[in-house]
């Protein structure tokens, strides 16, 4: 483990959930055992987030999905960082894949959502990750480094910032990256930072791992020196098992 010291485990719920589910999976949150040395983020949709925070164990922080790009205003259906902070919420996950190739958001775009978190005081999962055509052309290397720069290009700073490779053939598939390939990656991940940003962003920056993880593969990657954690999505909507997950990585 690098990074911090501390492991972080994510769970986005991604665009799922009514008040009667969230309200079981809440109670089986608040009741599972979860090791005192990991950081643990949930990230509801919108609607929820409330009905979240007013109920959730304070052991839990919460994260929103998506942050607008700018101060809000003017921007019909969007949802500002000063709004997300009014309720609560310390993280947001950006530059998520669906984010990427369902929704359309470049590199660029979700660069400068990240910058503008960040000057607000909200921390950010920097989301990076292959299409399975970009591995099997070998580009993956050269993706990741593009979606990285695109961060670092517009963040002002390195210190509230986790990096989640999540290889898009991964996400929602069952099919796991062997713990030989994530953690190639996330070595790669870390060597850019120390050629691009400094040694100490590199040393003390969170790569977690996210991509068809469950309770059954999550002990085999957590031993892997560069994995910091993970970002969890199926899973994650399931309380007893989404704790196997975060009590893993000790
Ligand atoms: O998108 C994911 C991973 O989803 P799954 O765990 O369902 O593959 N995390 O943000």
């Not at 921007?75 to 950006?94: A, N, R, Y």
Request: charged share 20%; glycine share 10%.
């Amino acid at each position: 483990m690098a990074g911090t010291g501390q492991f972080f485990v994510g769970g986005n719920w991604k665009c799922n959930g009514t008040k009667e589910s969230i309200t079981k999976l809440i109670s089986d949150l608040n009741s599972a055992k979860m090791e005192s040395d990991v950081d643990v983020v949930v990230a509801p949709p919108f609607i929820y987030i409330d009905q979240v925070k007013s109920s959730l164990t304070d052991r839990i922080e919460i994260s929103a999905q998506n942050s607008w790009v700018s101060k809000g205003g003017a921007f019909t259906g969007e949802i500002s960082v000063e709004q997300l902070k009014d309720i609560g919420c310390k993280w947001v996950i950006l530059g998520h894949s669906e984010r990427r190739h369902v929704i359309g958001e470049d590199n660029q775009f979700i660069g400068k959502k990240a910058g503008y978190a960040l000057s607000q005081g909200v921390g950010v999962i920097a989301c990076i990750g292959e299409l399975l055509e970009e591995r099997e052309a070998g580009k993956t290397f050269d993706v990741c480094y593009q979606q990285l720069k695109a961060y670092a290009d517009a963040v002002p700073s390195w210190d509230n910032i986790v990096i989640a490779y999540e290889p898009v053939w991964a996400i929602g598939t069952g099919v796991v990256a062997t713990p030989a390939q994530a953690q190639e990656v996330h070595v790669a991940v870390r060597d850019w930072l120390k050629n691009n940003v400094s040694a100490e962003v590199a040393s003390k920056t969170r790569i977690i791992y996210g991509g068809s993880v469950n309770g059954g593969n999550c002990a085999e990657l957590a031993k892997q020196k560069d994995i910091d954690g993970f970002l969890v999505g199926g899973a994650s909507l399931k309380g007893p098992e989404f704790a196997t997950i975060v009590n893993s990585v000790t």
